[in-house]
């Protein structure tokens, strides 16, 4: 795809009307099924909710990518982009066996890695040291980190798929103004369908997207946040790409650091999110969603910034943005969760 904004626009709105079709179909599939995700245990819902939505984003998400290939070919890079598109369904039907029947973490965790890997040896990882190990090891933590703070933070009504949209949309308007267009093309179209997927997703959510949904946001965002190149003569270009995806970021860290604390293990379950603590505070869910919803476009808006000025002053406003975020966590960390032995978190 070249750059037009009509184009751009095309692309948004294709992408977010399948997967607005899409959804309710896989919707009613889902109900005859009885594909449902139950309540209970550290769960927040109370009543069973379909959970094969993650299936309307890939599926929306395929068919725009063919669709824009059919009317626009890209230039270059298609050899790139059928090797990752392919790893993002294998993760997605990955995350469909996890949901339907249970998987274990270490299969997941070993496919994740040969993802990371894969991108690496097709030249779609970070390049911060030149080929070699460490750029490899770097990449491969990324994509299994991202991929895996986007399922974690899929623990409240329309949270992943919005803060998806949004981190989706910010990589969109730093990609297009450097003149990346496939970049921008491919993350247009992917906050198209977490938008037009969470029209059925926020609360009171008639369906979720599992797993399945969730690994393949997670591993597109972390592969286009690497896809990110900069004309600039500074060395900054990878804290874009960490201020984008902030949100998942904090709280998969907040989890892990308060559960080491606590003695508890931070890859089992729990309602010891961020999310659950600003509820656990006071706010209904629907605001407190809205809310980290502002603070992903915020920390947009920074990594924005950050791509455009030079090197001391990215430094400077990142070190900020660190600060207020060990800050938040600290806080965040003295609201007691039901994991802590409150109440129920709703």
């Given at each position: 795809m070249t750059g037009g904004g009509w184009q751009y626009?095309?692309?948004?709105?294709?992408?977010?009307?399948?997967?607005?079709?899409?959804?309710?179909?896989?919707?009613?599939?889902?109900?005859?099924?009885?594909?449902?995700?139950?309540?209970?245990?550290?769960?927040?819902h109370t009543d069973p909710v379909p959970y094969l939505g993650g299936l309307a984003i890939v599926a929306a998400f395929a068919l725009t990518v063919v669709v824009a290939a059919i009317v626009r070919p890209p230039v270059s890079g298609r050899g790139e982009?059928?090797?990752?598109?392919?790893?993002?369904v294998l993760l997605a039907f990955v995350g469909l066996l996890d949901d339907l029947a249970g998987l274990s973490p270490l299969v997941r965790l070993v496919v994740e890695v040969g993802a990371g890997l894969t991108v690496w040896a097709v030249g779609g990882g970070v390049d911060?040291?030149?080929?070699?190990?460490?750029?490899?090891?770097?990449?491969?933590?990324?994509?299994?980190?991202?991929?895996?703070?986007?399922?974690?933070?899929?623990?409240?009504?329309?949270?992943?798929?919005?803060?998806?949209?949004?981190?989706?949309?910010w990589l969109f308007v730093i990609a297009s103004q450097n003149g990346q267009f496939l970049v921008a093309g491919l993350a247009i179209g992917l906050a198209g369908c977490a938008i037009g997927f969470l029209r059925h997703n926020?609360?009171?959510?008639?369906?979720?997207?599992?797993?399945?949904?969730?690994?393949?946001?997670?591993?597109?965002?972390?592969?286009?946040?690497?896809?990110?190149?900069f004309d600039a003569p500074t060395s900054t270009t990878f804290l874009v790409p960490i201020l984008v995806m902030g949100v998942p970021i904090f709280d998969t860290t907040l989890v892990t650091?308060?559960?080491?604390?606590?003695?508890?293990?931070?890859?089992?379950?729990g309602r010891d999110h961020m999310s659950h603590r600003i509820v656990r505070a006071g706010l209904p869910v629907p605001?407190?969603?809205?809310?980290?919803?502002?603070?992903?476009?915020?920390?947009?808006?920074?990594?924005?910034?950050?791509?455009?000025?030079?090197?001391?002053?990215?430094?400077?406003?990142?070190?900020?943005?660190?600060?207020?975020?060990?800050?938040?966590?600290?806080?965040?960390s003295l609201v007691a969760a039901e994991d802590e032995g409150g109440e129920p978190t709703g």
């Open positions: 626009l095309a692309v948004f709105l294709v992408s977010a009307s399948f997967s607005l079709l899409l959804t309710p179909l896989v919707l009613r599939y889902a109900l005859r099924r009885n594909v449902l995700d139950l309540p209970g245990g550290h769960k927040s982009l059928f090797v990752v598109l392919g790893l993002a911060l040291f030149g080929p070699g190990v460490t750029d490899a090891a770097i990449t491969v933590l990324w994509v299994v980190g991202i991929t895996n703070a986007f399922n974690l933070l899929d623990n409240m009504d329309g949270l992943s798929s919005g803060v998806a949209a949004i981190a989706a949309g926020f609360h009171p959510a008639r369906i979720y997207m599992g797993d399945a949904g969730a690994l393949f946001l997670g591993f597109m965002l972390a592969y286009l946040g690497m896809k990110l190149r650091v308060t559960r080491l604390h606590r003695g508890v293990s931070p890859f089992v379950g605001a407190a969603v809205v809310l980290i919803y502002t603070i992903g476009i915020c920390l947009g808006m920074v990594a924005f910034v950050v791509s455009r000025i030079d090197r001391t002053s990215a430094y400077v406003l990142t070190a900020a943005v660190v600060i207020l975020a060990v800050l938040s966590g600290v806080l965040l």
